[in-house]
């Protein structure tokens, strides 16, 4: 009888699983799969890929956003300085000009105050001429006396007026 031997029979088997695996055409499904599962990789890959690049396109558009905002800031506050200093020149010019008036108003007032006593002086001047011109008369002095007197009133009258 024939004799067989395990390494034999392992041969055997194995050649026969080789054949059924053929017959049922199972490298080509594996490699079918298997260029299936590639694409399907290579797929992500591009797509991960165009997502990369918007997201490049996003992230610069962020980024010039940014720096026109930064650069309107920069006008803005370039501006304000601007019109700061335009106010505060505009002001001075102001309180300059405030300070002109009030001086005039004030100069206006001394002057009007020195004719008002100007004329009180003037108007008691000729009150005490007035007075002395009445004593004069009632006394009917002659003419010594009456040049005495005369000479009295002008020195009152100097008097009154010094103070």
Same mark, same amino acid.
């Given at each position: 009888?024939?004799?067989?031997?395990?390494?034999?029979?392992?041969?055997?088997?194995?050649? +026969?699983?080789?054949?059924?695996?053929?017959?049922?055409?199972?490298?080509? %499904?594996?490699?079918?799969?298997?260029?299936?599962?590639? +694409?399907?990789?290579?797929?992500?890959?591009?797509?991960?890929?165009?997502?990369?690049?918007? @997201?490049?396109?996003?992230?610069?558009?962020?980024?010039? =956003?940014?720096?026109?905002? =930064?650069?309107?800031?920069?006008?803005?506050?370039? =501006? !304000?300085?601007?019109? @700061?200093?335009?106010?505060? !020149?505009?002001?001075?010019? =102001?309180?300059?000009?405030?300070? &002109? $008036?009030?001086?005039? $108003?004030?100069? *206006?007032?001394?002057?009007? &105050?020195?004719?008002? &006593?100007?004329? *009180?002086?003037? @108007?008691?001047?000729?009150? %005490? $001429?007035?007075?002395?011109?009445?004593?004069?008369?009632?006394?009917?002095?002659?003419?010594?006396?009456?040049?005495?007197?005369? +000479?009295?009133?002008?020195?009152?009258?100097? %008097?009154?007026? +010094?103070?």
């Amino acid at each position: 009888m024939l004799e067989f031997d395990a390494t034999l029979v392992a041969a055997l088997a194995f050649f +026969a699983f080789i054949g059924i695996l053929l017959y049922l055409k199972l490298p080509s %499904t594996i490699a079918k799969g298997l260029d299936e599962q590639s +694409a399907a990789i290579a797929k992500e890959l591009a797509q991960a890929r165009q997502l990369r690049v918007e @997201a490049e396109k996003l992230r610069q558009s962020y980024v010039d =956003q940014q720096n026109h905002a =930064q650069a309107q800031a920069n006008a803005l506050i370039a =501006q !304000a300085k601007a019109d @700061a200093k335009t106010l505060k !020149a505009q002001a001075k010019i =102001q309180l300059e000009a405030d300070i &002109a $008036a009030k001086t005039k $108003a004030a100069t *206006e007032a001394i002057k009007r &105050a020195e004719q008002v &006593a100007i004329a *009180e002086v003037r @108007a008691h001047t000729a009150e %005490t $001429a007035i007075a002395i011109a009445e004593r004069m008369i009632i006394a009917g002095a002659d003419g010594k006396s009456a040049d005495a007197l005369l +000479a009295r009133s002008f020195k009152t009258i100097e %008097t009154k007026l +010094a103070n």
